[in-house]
């Protein structure tokens, strides 16, 4: 059967799957992705008393943050980890820059964007073939129940 005959039988819809298998799984320069600046200029507290903060009290909780600095804007992914660590990482990914990186539970507990389905080591290093760049990371400090995030 020849490769038109073979499509042709197949319907239109399992033909463009054929054609088009890597539509939201591949990266592409012609991809309508809304992109969002890198986080820069990184100094802001969390107060974990806080009501928005109530996901950290649990390992594997996390929120957003997502607020105008005067160096820039952050939007950032704050969690604790399974160990119960508080850690931070930039919510926007370093694959091409839309903001959908969070924490999830899996492999020991490690950062991923939804968009393509990138994954990053707690320390930023990429897990999977989708991108070779490094999300950023932030550092941490506790002091009493005031969480700092810093550059
Ligand atoms: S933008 Fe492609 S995996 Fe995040």
Do not use: W
């Not at 931070?88 to 969070?102: D, F, K, L, N, Y």
């Amino acid at each position: 059967m020849e490769r038109k005959v073979f499509l042709k039988s197949l319907g239109a819809s399992a033909a463009f799957a054929l054609t088009f298998p890597c539509l939201h799984g591949c990266s592409s320069d012609s991809e309508d992705l809304e992109q969002f600046p890198e986080p820069d200029g990184v100094d802001f507290t969390v107060d974990l008393d806080a009501a928005e903060a109530a996901p950290l009290a649990n390992n594997g909780g996390f929120i957003l943050v997502k607020s105008a600095q005067s160096l820039g804007y952050t939007d950032i992914v704050v969690a604790r980890n399974l160990e119960g660590n508080l850690i931070a990482a930039s919510q926007i990914c370093s694959h091409q820059q839309t903001e959908e990186v969070r924490f999830i539970s899996e492999d020991g507990g490690i950062f991923r964007c939804s968009t393509h389905g990138s994954r990053f080591s707690q320390n930023g290093t990429p897990l999977n073939s989708i991108t070779s760049n490094p999300l950023r990371v932030f550092n941490t400090e506790l002091t009493g129940t005031t969480l700092r995030v810093f550059e």
